[in-house]
């Protein structure tokens, strides 16, 4: 399921808030019951993040189809 959710956020540009900073969510993995996320900015830094930290996600993420929400969950 983590693999499929790779391949969709290489095609599309969605962005979540952590603190006040908004980044574009790049990839999602699974470790030890962890959920680490790595994340960009517009200078293309790139941050490692938990699922858990995302504050906020772009509303258009809540119509992004092909997503399974009873599984990953809205933060």
Do not use: C
Request: net charge negative; aromatic share 12%; charged share 30%.
């Amino acid at each position: 399921m983590i693999e499929n959710m790779n391949k969709l956020l290489e095609k599309n540009d969605l962005q979540v808030r952590i603190g006040s900073t908004w980044y574009r969510l790049d990839e999602i993995h699974v470790n030890d019951g962890k959920m680490p996320i790595f994340v960009s900015d517009n200078d293309g830094e790139e941050y490692e993040f938990d699922m858990a930290d995302i504050d906020e996600f772009d509303p258009a993420f809540e119509g992004f189809k092909g997503l399974d929400w009873t599984n990953v969950g809205i933060a």
